[in-house]
């Protein structure tokens, strides 16, 4: 008998739910607070990037609901997952032609007609996980051997490149690590794994130090202050503001560093901005929303009531869990500058309903555990 495909009178998750709904409308209230006056001196309308963002965010919680009801096995089915990947493919593939959008170097947004611009590789990252729950529960005896495991990362190595070339590194590197992550999580081989793992170090490496820029962004984490004009402006400025938050903040609206100091203030750097709002105990809690989510995502997949479930729940949740993870470090002065955004709470329109969307499905699949996810 066929599974349905819109699911009615089934529970999600409320504790995923609420949390993620947590973060995302203080991520709105942090967007409004660290983007004012860029707005206002760029768009003359300090609500310029709060209400792009507010627009976003009830597209994202449309669709994270309306997916929440659709059953996530309809996702399991190899023409449908073939013709996404087709079609990210040629997303990622316009980007190298005057439809894609360059801002600060970087080609990584489609203008298409009246479409409203987007990033693909933000649609590859979640694509994957869906590529490779499919793939993986689908060939997992073949998965096991070298050839099959070798074949399997592929895929991954094709969007790896498209990305890359962009450039965007950071994003081809997140993709990399939630890959291994799931491979190692989903039963590989230690032996394959390890050798993935050598050549991705390796790639880095190589990515790293062909590149001077990169180098000193590498060196300017050990050493801002010595460099605090040119590569490590960005880390010392963070710094700065999550220091001067103190335990409990300067209050919302209040931070200094927003006034131009801190570049990308509302984006890649709002956790830092955040810090000197709120302070340290305001910190503690949202890094405790981001626990309940990782939690009740990895506690979805242990649950899940098909192999395919499982490798989804974990994919999403390693995507989440490590882009949030590089973020934070970033901010703190431990990761080199990255340019990744903070998931729920950067601005981004593609990102949060990308996001969002992405958490509809981790509600759908608790919905469909073996036990009821509240127990």
Known sequence: MKNKLFQTGKKFDPLLFYAVMSLSLIGLVMVLSSSS????I??????????????FFVIGLIA????????YKAYNNQELILFA??????????????LGKTVNNATRWLEIGPIP???????????????????????????????GFALSFVPMLVVFILIVNQPDLSTAGLIVLATITTYFQAGARFTHVFSLVTAGAASAAYFIL???????????????FENQL??????????????????????????????????ERHTDFIFSIMGEEIGYIGLLFVLFLFFVVFWRGYYTAIKADTVFGRLLALGITNLLLIQSFINITVAAGVFPTTGMTLPFISYGGTSLVITMAAVGVLLNISSNTIKNPNN
């Open 37 to 40: 006056y860029l707005g206002s």
């Open 42 to 55: 760029s768009y003359n309308d300090a609500f310029h990037f709060f209400k792009k963002q507010s627009v």
């Open 64 to 71: 994270m609901l309306i997916i929440s009801k659709i059953n």
């Open 85 to 98: 990947g087709f079609v990210i493919i040629i997303f990622l593939v316009l980007l190298f032609t005057p």
């Open 117 to 147: 611009r987007f990033s693909p590789s933000e649609l590859a990252k979640l694509y994957l996980a869906f590529f490779y729950a499919w793939w993986i529960n689908k060939n997992y005896r073949y998965f096991l051997t070298l050839k």
């Open 210 to 224: 062909s590149s001077e820029y990169r180098i000193n962004r590498v060196i300017a984490v050990w050493r801002p």
């Open 230 to 263: 040119d590569e490590g402006y960005q880390v010392v400025k963070s710094l700065y503001a999550l220091g001067s938050g103190g335990f409990w903040g300067l209050g919302i609206g209040n931070s200094r560093q927003k006034y131009l100091h801190l570049p």
